[in-house]
């Protein structure tokens, strides 16, 4: 009895590490994503397709390389809608707007520790069976193994800095406005939590993610592989 626990309890260890090795085996890792969540308020009295706009800097932008390189990006994009760039504001039926910024938070996390929990044992032990040939009681030793026991063995925190990244574009009509007093015709903000350092690491992510559906309005949440935005 106890020779037949033993081999029940190693051959169920040995299925369990089977199980386990073939989990692993099928999990593939998955490419980092940039994942945004972005809100959307369209309100054209026509759709934007065709009419002009002109992208403008915020007072602390005005003499900012960063700000160039995004209002071009922002372009390139607002004409992949079908408006159409100018140069001078009189030109213009709309006028757009960037505003971002980027901030830090500390996340500690609980990670789990897997080591060995207890070796590999072998047992041997001998039968006696009575042989109808010979006419005897003969020994038959036999030998077992069981295979080491992997798991959790304790626990470690790990500190990260986690960096919030946000933008919010906003398009005006000056055909609605009235002096000062602009007209919101278009507003969409989209915020990104991650490991990168800068905004402009993942500007073209968040960019991307607010244009994937542009005249959508309401909320989504959006994935980007990190290898295609980047930088």
Do not use: K
């Not at 099928?26 to 934007?48: E, G, I, K, L, N």
């Amino acid at each position: 009895t106890h020779r037949l626990g033993s081999l029940a309890y190693g051959s169920v260890m040995v299925l369990l590490l089977m199980v386990m090795l073939a989990a692993c085996a099928q999990q593939p890792v998955a490419p980092p994503q940039v994942t945004s969540h972005v809100v959307r308020f369209p309100d054209f009295a026509t759709p934007p397709a065709g009419q002009r706009f002109i992208v403008l800097p915020l007072a602390d932008q005005a003499q900012s390389a960063e700000f160039n390189q995004y209002r071009r990006e922002i372009e390139q994009r607002l004409m992949g809608q079908g408006m159409i760039g100018v140069a001078d504001q009189a030109d213009a039926d709309l006028l757009v707007t960037l505003s971002y910024a980027i901030g830090v938070h500390i996340e500690t996390e609980v990670i789990e520790e897997y080591g060995l929990l207890s070796y590999g044992q072998t047992f041997s032990s001998t039968d006696v069976r009575y042989n109808v040939v010979t006419g005897f009681y003969e020994s038959y030793p036999t030998t077992e193994y069981i295979p080491p026991v992997h798991g959790v063995t304790g626990y470690h925190t790990e500190t990260n800095s986690i960096y919030d990244r946000s933008l919010a574009l906003r398009i005006f009509d000056l055909e609605r406005s009235s002096g000062d007093d602009l007209y919101p015709a278009y507003e969409g903000t989209v915020q990104s939590s991650g490991a990168t350092p800068s905004f402009a690491g993942v500007s073209a992510c968040l960019f991307d993610a607010l244009f994937q559906n542009f005249l959508t309005p309401g909320t989504q949440d959006v994935a980007i592989l990190a290898s295609s935005c980047v930088r």
